[in-house]
């Protein structure tokens, strides 16, 4: 690959980071708060691209002027040199089909598949905030799922809590609410679930987003997968809402 192809894929990759980033594009792939990375790098990679480019183009322009043997006909340096190179492998182009590839077809959030296939990464908090004042108080589904196993419930005593997220439902016909929580990226996304019962829609559609309003259960069970804690939630309202602009909850109660 000579230095004008990887000029021209560097900036490929610039663009399509860019795009991504000034778009929602990129909550597909890593967690929010990486936008500024996300922006700086492909920034530079525009910048090193059209450097390189430039750096070239003034190279071969040199090259012209230096070499040039007046022969008339532009071809040559009067021995047959010139005009010789070697021309680059378009197999190389090939490298840029993944990137227009997850450009044109961004894959989607991971859903219910991988939530019944995954073991839930609920994990002991350090402590909680205090809840705001309102009711019902819009919580985290993370956060909840803290509180009702971790806490036993006393932070949640009394208080009708709304939470969101997308419906998978077990082999066994349990329903649950769940959410991707990640570390950095899609990569190390992992389930976070709670258990519905009450007064829960009687079709529920797998991957499908609930926004539901309901009150602590000491109702509590433990995943298949890994043996992990499933808190439940006795729903009181359960409503369809559209995909959120983020679908994983990136707040980890660790």
């Not at 040559?76 to 182009?93: I, M, Y």
């Not at 997968?225 to 660790?254: C, M, Q």
């Amino acid at each position: 690959m000579n230095r004008q192809t990887q000029a021209a894929v560097l900036l490929l990759i610039g663009v399509a980071l860019l795009h991504g980033a000034l778009s929602d594009l990129y909550l597909r792939y890593v967690k929010e708060g990486l936008r500024p990375l996300l922006l700086a790098a492909g920034t530079l990679l525009v910048v090193t691209a059209l450097a390189t480019a430039w750096y070239e183009w003034r190279r071969a322009r040199r090259e012209e002027r230096g070499t040039g043997t007046g022969d008339g006909d532009g071809t040559g340096d009067g021995d047959g040199t010139r005009g010789h190179a070697h021309r680059e492998s378009r197999v190389s182009w090939l490298l840029v089909l993944p990137l227009f590839a997850l450009v044109l077809v961004a894959p989607p959030a991971l859903g219910s598949y991988s939530a019944t296939h995954t073991g839930t990464a609920l994990q002991q908090p350090y402590g909680y905030a205090e809840l705001p004042a309102g009711d019902p108080v819009p919580i985290g589904l993370v956060d909840y799922a803290g509180r009702a196993f971790y806490g036993h419930g006393r932070s949640l005593e009394g208080r009708s809590v709304r939470l969101t997220g997308f419906v998978a439902v077990t082999p066994s016909g349990t329903p649950y609410l769940v959410r991707m929580a990640l570390n950095c990226c899609a990569a190390d996304a992992q389930p976070v679930k709670i258990g519905l019962i009450g007064n829960i829609p009687p079709v529920l559609q797998p991957n499908a987003w609930l926004e539901v309003t309901g009150r602590y259960t000491a109702r509590r069970t433990r995943d298949p997968v890994n043996d992990g804690p499933i808190p439940f939630l006795r729903v009181t309202v359960a409503r369809p809402v559209p995909t959120p602009r983020d679908p994983y909850d990136e707040t980890w109660n660790n």
